[in-house]
């Protein structure tokens, strides 16, 4: 080979070797750019999607706060303690120390009213003008009838930025006050304070929509000498129009911004609340180190490339690796069990539908989790929640899924259809979960599950199913069906409806008469409700009475039915009738307030009703809570002039013992003791109610039997000697007009 040939070859090599290394190169380039943009994308959507969910945490607590206060603003609704200043101040100064508020104010209508501020442990009165401007806004709002939430200020008496949240307080529908709370930002700051978004690594500040910085974190990742978003040169000037833009029109916005020599990224989205804003920021992904350097470095060692590429390229797909993982991790797995979260369910969901394969959703769920909390700590309960996941993990079958939700409620995707087959794998999950009891001291707290199960349908149903029995603690298992969604629907339409019932008088006074067994005839009448509609026809009290039992609706029922029962004796009175007594049930929680007697006798002295003509009836549940409270209340009563009744004896888990204790008038016998009994418990029927009414009789307690059908069941109680009757037998429940017309006699005086 000659030297111009060998020249020439050579320089072809080197030729094809500089445009290979070049080709190579680009390719290098291109890939490791890929990686960067890869990586940069993924990061700035897991921005947004952690922002968000922060976001929806901190609305959360701010409802959570607020329903807190719509709660106790429905215990002034139903008493006099707004009247009293001693009074209401103790109440604001009980409810401020267990609700962890700095701050607690009444206001009236017309601008007066008390406070309570955690920093002086004292009540002081007040009027509009000693509230902060912002504070006046959210009171007089709630004067009109509106939940809301006031702007970050400073507050003179506490030095220190607070928000603040009111309600109206009403009374029979109208608005007669004000309830607000105080609460320090901490509530935003027990988050941007540390570490909240992308694995530590990102900050969340409070913006107002004018882009002052509201609440910073102390990392802040831009200058912390800004005051505003558009102070400075931290952001360009078509960022600083963006935001701008974003913020008049209440919309989110993300971009990019260089601080410090980083590339930073940031996200901004709407809380809805006040013009406020979440703004997030967080270094790019490979911002601190130098590109450009790598880029030089690349060039000038062309000749190892190759190498150089090989190692980049491994390098990079093992960053980029380890950070799609990372942000996988974040984005679809529970913190605290390691779980899945709900975002990796729905969309492993969507592929069961996709595929069209068989499957079942389950909710499960703890009874009193929060319980758990507050009685060993939230360590504990996080080591509950993991022992839940471990047990699911290892019951589940290839191909099924489960998540965590909130608290202690989990998800689970079954690739199972029958019914048996679910319920005996759940019952085994459930034990399994129960076996792991709490030790708290000298005794043991057992755990107690019950789960939701719909069959080919979504979680939602399964949460109806399992929330269908979130009360009974008789059932630890319930399967979905169309009536539980029609319930929900009827739920909501009774509740929508009875306040304006209430105001409208629908809520109507029946009577059932009541025979004394020694041929006395009538000696008294149970006073049974009705809801009557506008087009005349009735709802009948099984329809009701357990929902207004659950939402509290029967603390106004109750006392409203009083003064129904105290209207007709009046009515009675009036025409020159002699009344007899009504006995009108009361709800558990009546009795648990102390105001109750006073509030029963301002209804009774409104009508001149003496106390001697109504016979206050009690469930014998309400006896097992609190037997102290409750014979402290009868005591009460009894000194005002009630008789107490305990109904439907036997209902529940009541004893003799329970007689002993009780300083109750008159006793009655839940109809339950007269029905369905065949011959071969007769006898033992009999020996029961023999011994009830004889230990009766000999404590002094007159007894009621109810449920009197036939002439058997009335020749029965006869034969036992019980006082009174009461039953379909003598007559059935009906209006007090048609009562009055049937049995009522004018007085012979």
């Known amino acids: 080979m000659d030297e111009k040939k060998l020249t020439k070859q050579l320089r072809r090599i080197t030729i094809i070797t500089i445009i290979g290394s070049l080709l190579l190169s680009a390719i290098g380039f291109g890939i490791f750019g890929y990686i960067m943009k890869s990586a940069h994308e993924a990061e ?4 947004q999607a952690e922002t968000a969910e922060y976001k929806e945490r901190l609305l959360r607590q701010m409802d959570k706060n607020l329903q807190i206060l ?14 009293d200043p001693r009074q209401l101040g103790q109440s604001l100064m009980e409810t401020n120390a267990a609700n962890d508020f700095v701050s607690m104010v009444y206001m009236r209508k017309d601008g007066t009213g008390l406070m309570h501020t955690t920093e002086s442990g004292e009540v002081e009165a007040i009027t509009m003008d000693d509230l902060h401007p912002y504070a006046v806004e959210v009171m007089e709002s709630a004067l009109q009838g509106k939940n809301t939430i006031s702007k970050i200020f400073r507050s003179q008496a506490l030095d220190e930025k607070i928000f603040v949240y009111a309600v109206p307080v009403f009374e029979n529908g109208e608005v007669v006050g004000a309830l607000a709370a105080g609460d320090t930002i901490n509530i935003f700051t027990d988050a941007t304070d540390g570490k ?21 974190s102390e990392n802040t ?11 400075g040169d931290v952001f360009s000037e078509q960022t600083k129009e963006e935001m701008r833009a974003a913020l008049e029109k209440g919309e989110s916005v993300c971009g ?8 930073m990224h940031f996200y901004m989205v709407s809380l809805d609340v006040n013009g406020w804003y979440l703004f997030c920021a967080n270094k790019v992904w490979g911002s601190s180190a130098s590109l450009g350097d790598a880029l030089t470095i690349f060039g000038v060692l062309m000749t190892l490339m190759l190498i150089l590429m090989n190692v ?19 984005a679809y797995e529970d913190p605290i069990t390691g779980a899945k979260n709900t975002a990796h369910f729905g969309e492993s969901f969507q592929q069961i539908l996709e595929t069209k394969q068989p499957f079942s959703t389950a909710a499960l769920n703890v009874h009193n989790f929060k319980g758990i909390n507050d009685l060993f700590g939230r360590m504990r309960g996080d080591r509950v929640l993991c022992y839940m996941e471990n047990v699911l993990n290892h019951n589940l079958k290839e191909g099924e899924f489960f998540c965590r939700d909130t608290a202690d409620l989990f998800y689970l995707l079954l690739l199972d259809t029958d019914g048996e087959s679910i319920k005996k794998r759940l019952a085994v999950i459930i034990e399994q979960i129960r076996a792991s009891s709490l030790e708290y001291g000298e005794f043991s707290y057992d755990l107690s599950l019950y789960a939701g199960v719909a069959i080919g349908e979504e979680r939602e149903k399964a949460l109806l199913a399992m929330q269908s029995i979130e009360h009974t603690h008789h059932t630890d298992i319930a399967f979905y069906n169309h009536d539980m969604h029609n319930a929900v629907r009827k739920k909501n339409s009774i509740e929508s409806q009875m306040y304006l019932a209430l105001q409208n008088k629908e809520f109507k006074l ?35 009475i357990p929902l207004f039992g659950e939402n509290g609706f029967c603390l106004k029922l109750d006392l409203y039915m009083v003064e129904r029962a105290c209207e007709q004796i009046k009515a009675w009175k ?43 009836e009690i469930l014998e549940g309400v006896a097992t809570d609190n037997l102290e409270l409750l014979n402290h209340q009868i005591e009460a009563l009894h000194a005002l002039g009630f008789r107490i009744s305990m109904d439907d004896f036997g209902n529940g888990y009541s004893s003799l013992n329970m007689l002993y204790q009780l300083n109750i008038d008159e006793l009655k016998l839940d109809r339950g003791f007269l029905r369905q009994v065949s011959k071969e418990d007769e006898e033992r029927r009999y020996i029961i109610l023999e011994q009830i009414v004889s230990f009766a009789r000999k404590l002094g307690i007159a007894t009621v039997a109810e449920g009197i059908e036939t002439q058997e069941d009335e020749a029965l109680i006869q034969a036992l000697k019980c006082n009174f009757g009461q039953g379909y037998f003598y007559d059935k429940p009906m209006s007090a007009k048609e009562f009055s017309q049937r049995y009522m006699k004018k007085d012979e005086k």
Do not use: C
């Not at 700035?44 to 921005?47: F, T, V, Y």
């Not at 709660?71 to 006099?80: D, F, M, P, Q, R």
């Open 44 to 47: 700035h959507a897991q921005l």
């Open 70 to 83: 719509t709660t106790l603003s429905k215990a002034y609704e139903v008493s006099t303690i707004t009247d």
């Open 196 to 216: 909240t978004v992308m694995g530590g690594a990102g900050y969340l500040h409070l913006i107002a929509d004018n882009g002052m910085f509201l609440v910073r």
């Open 221 to 231: 990742l831009v200058d912390e000498e800004m005051k505003n978003l558009y102070e």
């Open 256 to 263: 990019e911004y260089t601080y410090e020599g980083n590339r």
């Open 312 to 330: 980049l390229l491994y390098s990079g797909r093992r960053v980029f690796s380890q950070n799609i993982k990372t942000l996988i991790r974040l």
């Open 510 to 544: 029946f009577l059932q008469t009541k025979f004394g067994m020694k041929n006395e005839g009538l000696v008294g009448a149970e006073a049974l409700v009705r809801w009557q509609n506008p087009d005349g026809s009735y709802r009948y009290p099984n329809e009701f």
């Open 574 to 616: 009036d025409a020159g009738l002699t009344p007899v007594p009504i006995s009108v049930n009361q709800s558990k929680m009546l009795f648990s307030d102390l105001n109750y007697p006073d509030n029963l006798m301002q209804i009774l002295n409104q009508y001149h009703v003496s106390p001697s003509l109504i016979t206050l």
